[in-house]
């Protein structure tokens, strides 16, 4: 069973870093397409970012471009989120999620396109 596990959220202070971490703890997924979504108190799932299986796709929110780095490790099965000059709006729970694609260079943008989710990791950013 799939089973997807983030890693590496925490409290920082805005202006600050943090990398987030997610891996396949089955060991079963492999050839994923893979995004990290967030969810604040009491607002919807919204899209971070997202890579392809090959990493030559990639694309990011609004929000988020220029200060995240969406990165994978495809040996390790892992997905890395790098947030840098964090302000107090990344404040969130952040999921990551996969998807069987199309082709390896394919990535999703939509929450609804994702068969596969993460527990989240809590990231919160003090002003």
């Known amino acids: 069973q799939v089973q997807l596990v983030e890693s590496g959220g925490g409290s920082v202070q805005a202006g600050g870093s943090l990398r987030l971490s997610c891996a396949d703890s089955s060991g079963t997924l492999n050839q994923v397409a893979m995004g990290w979504f967030r969810q604040a108190p009491g607002k919807e799932r919204v899209y971070v970012a997202a890579?392809?299986?090959?990493?030559?796709?990639?694309g990011y929110g609004a929000s988020v471009k220029g200060r995240f780095t969406i990165s994978r490790d495809n040996v390790k099965n892992t997905l890395y989120l790098q947030m840098t000059s964090l302000k107090p709006e990344d404040t969130a729970v952040y999921y990551c999620?996969?998807?069987?694609?199309?082709?390896?260079?394919?990535?999703?943008?939509?929450?609804?396109?994702?068969?596969?989710w993460g527990q989240g990791t809590q990231v919160t950013v003090s002003s």
């Open positions: 999620a996969a998807k069987r694609p199309r082709t390896v260079n394919t990535y999703y943008t939509t929450g609804a396109e994702y068969d596969y």
């Open positions: 890579i392809s299986y090959s990493g030559r796709g990639i």
